[in-house]
T-cell receptor, first 113, second 112 residues
């Protein structure tokens, strides 16, 4: 079974704080993704990575950065958190043998006050 | 520019009846489509998929239909069960792309 682990289920941060969201997968998959889920907007891709130290912007990268120093770990960084970044954040990994089936972690509910 | 649209935010169905969730897309380069199911406080889980070379794919109680000319797909659940109550997302991808484009989601409620 694919296991995608997000380090925190719930986080509360203050405006202006630097926030790190961590995601770890145990299947040696090359591709990893960060999404945010908001009501009425579905899942929107923030960044993805197709290899160590490689990253590409998704549809809404503004205000975010990512880090992929090891294959199993993909971090999402909010450089200076703002209230409009309050959201559910979901990490996913791509199963390479099946066309574009992504497996998701349980999510991190981030509240920025 | 919403390339994948689920126009019904919510749907309520009686237990045992058929649930039909709809999804429309605009990008003709999409050639693979997926449905995900999401419970509160959990990540989405893959449910069923269909390639553009097919018009139907079935897996137990779940069937996905694809109408390429109309750029429309639908997910049928029959019979519906209370455990099917969740938010359902459709997603699409194009040839060679690694990214999925998701719809807004439809909240399905199955009433006993």
């Amino acid at each position: 079974d694919v296991k995608v682990t997000q380090s925190s289920r719930y986080l509360v941060k203050r405006t202006g704080e630097k926030v790190f969201l961590e995601c770890v997968q145990d299947m040696d998959h090359e591709n990893m993704f960060w999404y945010r889920q908001d009501p009425g907007l579905g899942l929107r891709l923030i960044y993805f990575s197709y290899d160590v130290k490689m990253k590409e912007k998704g549809d809404i990268p503004e205000g975010y950065s990512v880090s992929r120093e090891k294959k199993e770990r993909f971090s999402l960084i909010l450089e200076s958190a703002s209230t409009n970044q309050t959201s559910m954040y979901l990490c996913a990994t791509l199963l390479p043998v099946a066309k574009n089936i992504q497996y998701f972690g349980a999510g991190t509910r981030l509240s920025v006050l | 520019d919403q390339q994948v649209k689920q126009n019904s935010p919510s749907l309520s169905v009686q237990e045992g009846r058929i649930s039909i969730l709809n999804c429309d897309y605009t990008n003709s380069m999409f050639d693979y489509f997926l449905w995900y199911k999401k419970y509160p406080a959990e990540g989405p889980t893959f449910l069923i998929s269909i390639s553009s070379i097919k018009d139907k794919n079935e897996d137990g109680r779940f069937t996905v239909f694809l109408n390429k000319s109309a750029k429309h797909l639908s997910l049928h659940i029959v019979p519906s069960q209370p455990g099917d109550s969740a938010v359902y997302f459709c997603a699409a991808t194009g040839q060679g792309a690694q990214k999925l484009v998701f719809g807004q989601g439809t909240r399905l409620t199955i009433n006993p």
